[in-house]
């Protein structure tokens, strides 16, 4: 019994030694949550944004790391499954104990992991447009709001060098984002004096294959001797099948437009892009942008992901912005404590890839530039309009009633993220 004893303690203080080996260990690195789907049907755009970060890490690390420290990754897989993906956040946080999370695609699953993120105070970092109506203390909206992508393009499109579309097909995935950006752009074409019978509205499951009927459809409802523009909100590996079709029932771009909102150089690199030469995105930035940085930062992706063929996109510019801006504060903060960081988050400024600047704001999206361009037959886009300087993105859209009194502002004394403003503010 005694000899027991004896063997149960040496073991629970090998345990002891051995746990307190394991937090000295884990508190020599600076860890970083890396949450993106490596399967499933958002694998096909947010794998290459799992690869960005391991190279913006390893960047980071090659410079020294940071206050001191080497940057570990933790890279986990929610598997496009958005229930998941809360799971994964947790462990990340409350497991790995990482000091801070880049990811996410869908709004869907951003929905699902801001509870965690606001309830352990973690901090994550999201890449990827979104539809704004939202605005929390614990996330960092890196993509475009809406009035940073969605708005831009159609006004674009009404426009006489973008062929003066007078009927819109908005077609998206059926989930958040795609029904919340098109309430917004249906609002606001009904303010520019579109009648809601030149208003085609479709939604689709994720993962989407059979578009035969529904390209027929837009077919049909453009032969009303409109001009007719389509708006994509469609995401992940549906779109591959949507631009098949496309092209398999001629509907070419100077006939019925189709601009893009989740369709980038990753996504174009397994269509072939022939007979979609014309068809329009709209994002932040574009690979083919001529900029020094731009070059620059391409050439050291290359190296490191050992092929030159690999693509670089909006949401990888956006994680390479937000995580330059994250190691910028912690820097200024002097510590990766959640609450310091945040406030020294406010105002960061980093030059972004088209060579620019990007800046925090305090209602958490960025300042950013607007681009539009046509996808050429070697996967690229060539800029065919940009703003003249950033935008300011909107959490809160002016476009819906209810959303265009709210203001968001993370410092004091407002502290919130959906405050009524003032009345001096509203007029």
Excluded at 169 to 194: C, H, M, Q, S
Excluded at 314 to 328: K, L, R, S, T
């Amino acid at each position: 019994m005694f000899k027991s004893l004896k063997i149960l303690a040496a073991a629970g203080a090998l345990a002891g030694s051995l746990t307190m080996a394991t937090t000295a260990q884990a508190a020599d690195t600076i860890k970083v949550g890396i949450l993106h789907s490596l399967s499933g049907t958002m694998a096909i755009s947010e794998t290459a944004l799992k690869d960005v970060m391991l190279f913006l890490i390893d960047e980071q690390n090659k410079k020294g790391g940071l206050l001191g420290k080497q940057i570990e990754p933790v890279v986990v897989d929610p598997a496009s499954d958005w229930p998941l993906f809360a799971e994964k956040a947790r462990e990340l946080i409350e497991q790995h104990k990482v000091d801070v999370v880049f990811g996410n695609w869908t709004s869907v699953s951003r929905k699902s992991v801001l509870p965690v993120f606001e309830e352990l105070n973690g901090m994550l970092f999201y890449p990827v447009q979104y539809e704004g109506e939202e605005s929390s203390r614990n996330i960092f909206y890196t993509g475009a709001a809406p009035n940073q992508q969605a708005i831009p393009a159609v006004e674009y499109l009404m426009s006489e060098d973008g062929g003066e579309a007078k009927r819109w097909v908005l077609a998206g995935t059926d989930y958040v984002y795609p029904r919340t950006t098109n309430k917004i752009l249906e609002a606001f074409l009904k303010a520019k004096g579109v009648p809601a019978s030149d208003i085609m509205i479709n939604y689709t499951p994720f993962g989407h294959s059979d578009w035969q009927t529904i390209v027929s459809d837009i077919k049909k409802f453009a032969a009303a001797g409109k001009k007719t523009a389509v708006v994509s909100t469609i995401n992940g590996d549906a779109n591959v099948p949507f631009y098949k079709e496309l092209a398999n029932q001629g509907i070419k771009a100077e006939d019925i437009p189709v601009v893009a909102f989740s369709v980038g150089e990753e996504e174009l690199a397994g269509i072939d892009t022939g007979p979609l030469v014309g068809h329009l995105a709209a994002w932040n930035y574009f690979m083919s942008v001529d900029d020094d940085t731009n070059s620059d930062v391409i050439s050291k992706w290359h190296a490191f992901i050992g092929d030159d063929a690999r693509v670089f996109n909006d949401p990888m510019e956006a994680h390479y912005i937000g995580f330059n801006m994250w190691v910028q504060a912690v820097e200024q903060a002097g510590t990766t404590n959640i609450d310091a960081v945040r406030q020294a988050m406010y105002g960061q400024e980093v030059k972004n890839l088209t060579g620019g600047p990007a800046v925090m704001n305090v209602n958490h999206p960025l300042s950013k530039p607007v681009l539009i361009g046509e996808i050429q037959d070697d996967g690229q886009f060539a800029t065919v309009w940009e703003t003249d300087g950033v935008v300011v993105g909107d959490a809160w859209s002016d476009f819906i009633p209810e959303s265009a009194k709210l203001t968001a502002d993370w410092t004091y004394p407002w502290v919130c993220g959906n405050c009524e403003k003032p009345k001096h503010l509203t007029n």
